[in-house]
């Protein structure tokens, strides 16, 4: 797959996490370990002063991690442990499938 095509085939889940409101939630797809595994993106919508400013997190059953940054074929994501001992992980975002937009539950 060339770059370009990368770019191309990340347009999709970019808009969509782009176009999500508060109140709805991501479901995807993502292969990890040879499996395709379920997980939920959610955008959580920040307005201090006149500021505002959307970030992302990324989830699977109770672990997550947060979104610290989108770029145009891949995502970063990270978490600390109890340790304070950083992990962190780059997402494809041209792998992800999208399964479904749902409402969040109030």
Known sequence: MTYS?????????????????????????YPLRGALKKFTIVKHEFILEDISEARFSISRSFE????????KTTM??????????????TFKLYEFNIVEVKESKS
């Open 64 to 71: 997550g991690m947060n979104i610290e940054e989108v770029g």
């Open 5 to 29: 095509e990368k770019i191309q085939a990340s347009k999709e889940i970019i808009n969509a996490m782009e176009s999500m409101t508060s109140d709805q939630h991501l479901v995807v797809e």
């Open 76 to 89: 970063n994501g990270y978490t600390y442990d109890l340790m304070d001992q950083r992990t962190s992980y």
